[in-house]
């Protein structure tokens, strides 16, 4: 068999053995192994085992993984959510349905200091959901905002995904950061307005608190400075040049744990948890990109991402028409994989063909808008039917609401989503505003 044969075959075993539930990185270094063993022989695989790890994990760009992992944690034990929700439901609560927004304005407030989209949807649906149950509103909107409002968390810097596609295509992470605001707005005001349409179209889903006094509100902010303080210490940190996104990482997570120790919730036992969790998922991620590596160097073996480049450009597509394509792609996969997986499994083939097109933009540029777009569609994902994880989290949670009642709540969320998707790929200079500004 041909190397472009292996190429084009390994992609639907790799998705066999995450059907039979194989972790993906185990399934990308066993398809990557056995296919560069296949082309090359075993000598190369051994030699990779040999010098991978120590190169891959020695990657001081990788180390913001684990510290923005670690203030997010530290923030999540420290009762920074709950805090977040209070405030926000002291000045949207007397709205109709404004609980409902206010747990979105929470999911983006924790998502800024958190970068992960399931922890977000966990940890605010813990601390929303009981007082949206609690309020009479219904399965379907109490869920459904949750489930949406968790994916913010991939979307606010600092993200996760973010670094990883920064570090995956040789991008600065600070300009990726800065790209990812006025998208991360959006998001959140679209899905507030999407609550606002929700409730007016189903009066009794959403009802409303009384209206809260300024003097409570500005009590409640005292609550939350920490977070604010932290969010602004670490990115304003960064753009003002004191530190670089790794250094400015640990400040946030030194920070945040100084806060959470002083915290009167805070326990020995919340701080073994917090780096128990921390290294665990840390080790996770860590695993999966060890196991990408091994399969990207097979995939460079099997020159497929040239062919399909050579191709796209010899049938002149329009370079729009491959973006959107390719997007298309990421929300079919969605239905299947995990944003992680679907980062490190396509970027290394999707990425070599967008550099390669001309959309008016320089490279950089184009790097930047497409990660955004790609971030954003990988987000969709999180929430589309059949498995969106975020859905399940929140669904897991509110056991007596039906699963299908969550993905009936997720539909208004789904419609601005692709409402976002159009006005980005439409307007690339939205996404790239403020890089342009400060750079």
């Known amino acids: ?31 990557g192994s056995c296919g560069t063993a296949l082309i090359a022989g075993w000598l190369p695989i051994l030699s990779q085992v040999k010098t991978s790890a120590w190169h891959l994990f020695s990657n001081y760009s990788l180390s913001v993984i684990p510290l923005f992992l670690l203030m997010g944690n530290f923030a999540a034990k420290a009762g920074m959510s709950t805090s977040l929700f209070r405030f926000t439901g002291a000045c949207l609560g007397h709205r109709k349905g404004g609980v409902a927004m206010a747990a979105v304005g929470a999911c983006a407030g924790f998502g800024a200091i958190c970068g992960s989209s399931l922890a977000t949807a966990a940890t605010m649906g813990k601390v929303a959901l009981p007082e949206l149950r609690k309020m009479g509103y219904s399965g379907a909107l109490s869920t459904g905002s949750l489930a949406a409002g968790g994916t913010l968390g991939i979307l606010i810097p600092p993200s996760v995904i973010l670094i990883i596609y920064s570090i995956l295509t040789e991008q600065n992470i600070a300009k990726m950061f800065l790209a990812a605001f006025i998208p991360g707005l959006l998001a959140a005001i679209g899905y507030i307005l999407a609550i606002a349409i929700f409730v007016r179209i189903f009066p009794d889903s959403g009802p409303q608190k009384a209206l809260v006094d300024w003097k409570t509100r500005f009590i409640l902010f005292k609550d939350i400075w920490q977070v ?10 960064i753009y003002l040049g004191w530190f670089t996104p790794t250094e400015g990482a640990a400040v946030g997570a030194a920070g945040t744990g100084l806060m959470a120790i002083l915290s009167k919730n805070f326990s020995y036992t919340d701080l073994v948890d917090v780096i128990q969790d921390t290294a665990v998922t840390a080790g996770m991620i860590f695993v999966v990109l060890l196991g990408a590596e091994f399969f990207n160097s097979f995939i460079a073996l099997t020159r497929i ?22 997007l298309l792609i990421y929300l079919l996969l969605g239905c299947l994989m995990d944003s992680l997986a679907m980062i490190l499994l396509t970027i290394p083939v999707f990425f070599p063909i967008i550099v390669q097109l001309d959309f008016g933009m320089s490279v950089e540029e184009t790097a930047i808008w497409f990660g955004i777009l790609t971030l954003i569609v990988v987000e969709v994902g999180l929430i589309t039917p059949p498995v969106g994880l975020n859905v399940f989290i929140i669904n897991k949670l509110a056991k007596d609401v039906p699963i299908g009642d969550t993905f009936k709540g997720i539909l208004p969320f789904l419609l601005s989503d692709f409402l976002r998707v159009g006005l980005l790929f439409f307007f690339p200079g939205i996404t790239l505003l403020l890089v342009r500004l400060l750079y």
């Open 305 to 326: 991402t040239n062919f399909l480049a050579e191709t796209v450009i010899a049938y002149k597509f329009s370079p729009f028409i491959i973006v959107a394509m390719i």
């Open 1 to 31: 068999m041909d190397r472009m044969s292996l190429g084009i075959i390994a992609f639907p075993i790799l998705l066999v053995l995450l059907s039979f539930r194989v972790p993906i990185g185990l399934s990308m270094l066993l398809v």
């Open 228 to 237: 604010v303080l932290i969010f602004l210490l670490v990115i304003g940190g």
